[in-house]
């Protein structure tokens, strides 16, 4: 049984560019949640999805949009990346609202240059 | 707004001695609690949680945790520490009538041989 599966696993943009990654949930889970966990930090609440529609949304701008397909996957896209947005960004699966906690994916980590 | 503190950015025990790292965590309603373990370049993994029932909730790896009302506590814990045991633990809270799950900034524990 597949657990949470990300991609890529390491990424280097450059300042200004678009990026976007990408979410497989855990097998039976269909909402899936992002986190960005700056180096030293714990993670920060970005965005969750829920029957492909984004159902709450962290303190980040705009530049950080989201998707989720009827397979349940998901992708986060940054647009005009800043030198500030190079962390690990990890992706959680539950099923429904997560009262049973989450099942995270490895992250992708995003370097911006 | 549901919030959790971890006091401590690092917790040094020697091996075979009892560990507990430390959580606060506030929120409006109900908390859901989750206690969730980082190794390097690795994404969380979930350890124990706390929904409703018995204070004291046992977990994986032989770590458990005491959930405190009054002090609005959730404390991590094991008797005996293995050197393996060393890595960020994260302590995490999801107010029963919210849909996502906040981080406190984690606990670096450090089991000394």
């Known amino acids: 049984d597949a657990g949470v599966t990300q991609s890529p696993t390491h990424l280097i943009k450059t300042r200004g560019q678009q990026v976007t990654l990408r979410c497989s949930p855990k097998?039976?889970?269909?909402?899936v949640s992002w986190y960005q966990q700056a180096l030293g930090q714990g993670p920060q609440f970005i965005f969750q999805?829920?029957?492909?529609?984004?159902?709450q949304r962290g303190n980040f701008p705009d530049r950080f949009s989201g998707h989720q397909f009827p397979n349940y996957s998901s992708e986060l896209n940054v647009n005009a990346l800043l030198l500030g947005d190079s962390a690990l960004y990890l992706c959680?699966?539950?099923?429904?609202?997560?009262?049973?906690?989450?099942?995270f994916g490895s992250g992708t980590r995003l370097t911006v240059v | 707004a549901q919030s959790v503190a971890q006091p401590e950015d690092q917790v040094n025990v020697a091996e075979g001695n009892p560990l507990t790292v430390k959580c606060t965590y506030s929120?409006?309603?109900?908390?859901?609690l989750f206690w969730y373990v980082q190794y390097p370049n690795r994404g969380l993994q979930f350890l124990l949680k706390?929904?409703?029932?018995?204070?004291l909730v046992k977990g994986s790896y032989g770590f458990e945790a005491e959930f405190n009302k009054s002090q609005t506590s959730f404390h991590l814990k094991k008797p005996s520490a293995l050197v393996s045991d060393s890595a960020l633990y994260f302590c995490?809270?999801?107010?029963?009538?919210?849909?996502?799950?906040?981080f406190g900034k984690g606990t670096r524990l450090h089991i000394l041989p």
């Open positions: 959680a699966s539950s099923h429904g609202l997560g009262n049973y906690g989450y099942t």
């Open positions: 097998s039976g889970h269909d909402t």
């Open positions: 999805y829920y029957e492909e529609e984004e159902r």
């Open positions: 929120v409006s309603g109900n908390p859901y």
């Open positions: 706390y929904i409703t029932g018995d204070n």
């Open positions: 995490a809270v999801r107010d029963g009538r919210d849909d996502k799950i906040i």
